[in-house]
Structures are given as structure tokens and as C-alpha cells.
């Protein structure tokens, strides 16, 4: 079992920036690409960015140019640094880490508040 760890979230203003961790302990090995994704109420979940072991990323278009995922693979610690804030940035972020095990599996962390005022 892996376990995430998220920290850095809170109240910013718009414009503003904030910088998301999460650690990642326990059975880590075979994670390979971690995330973060983002819930509103009464929507679905979405996925923000997400990064490789080898530190390939992907972003969401919403999130292109303000938002930079990175990782520290010694460390087991995966960053966002979140730029240019909007107001509709709002939302819980959690971190996701998937293991390349079979079959899959995937972890999720407790969500951190991020509230971006206008």
C-alpha cells in the first residue's frame, strides 16, 4: 500500500500563486505516473496535470501556461506550482498515484482546499 500526502493548499488571491506537494510513502516502487486532479461540488473529478517517473508531463488545457507539475523522485514528492490564479481554480486538489502492478492500482490522497478570491 502507497500512501499520498498532500500539502500547500489555501486562500489566495486572484492573480496569486500557490505551490501544491505530495508525498508519496509505504509501497511506492512501482508507481509510475503520479497526479493531481481537482473536484468541484456536484461535478466530477478532473485531472489538472500529470507527471512520469521519467517526468513526462501532461496538462489540462484549462491549466496550460499558469501551472508547472514536477517530481522528485528521490524525495517521492510531487510538486504543482500554480501561477495566475483564477477564481474558477477553486476546488479540492488531490494528489493520484497510479501502480504499475497487476492488476493496477490506484491511490488517492485527502484533498487540499485551494479557494482563489476575485
Known amino acids: 500500500q502507497a500512501r499520498l500526502v498532500e500539502s500547500g493548499g489555501g486562500l489566495v488571491q486572484a492573480g496569486g500563486s500557490l505551490r501544491l506537494s505530495c508525498a508519496a510513502s509505504g509501497s511506492i516502487l512501482s508507481i509510475n505516473t503520479m497526479a493531481w486532479y481537482r473536484q468541484t461540488p456536484g461535478k466530477q473529478r478532473e485531472l489538472v496535470a500529470s507527471?512520469?517517473?521519467?517526468?513526462?508531463?501532461n496538462y489540462a488545457d484549462f491549466v496550460k501556461g499558469r501551472f508547472t507539475i514536477s517530481r522528485d523522485n528521490g524525495k517521492n514528492i510531487v510538486y504543482m506550482e500554480m501561477n495566475s490564479l483564477k477564481p474558477e481554480d477553486t476546488a479540492v486538489y488531490y494528489c493520484?498515484?497510479?501502480?504499475?502492478?497487476?492488476?493496477?492500482?490506484?491511490?488517492w490522497g485527502q484533498g487540499t482546499q485551494v479557494t482563489v478570491s476575485s
Open positions: 507527471i512520469t517517473r521519467g517526468g513526462s508531463t
Open positions: 493520484n498515484a497510479v501502480a504499475e502492478t497487476q492488476p493496477k492500482r490506484i491511490y
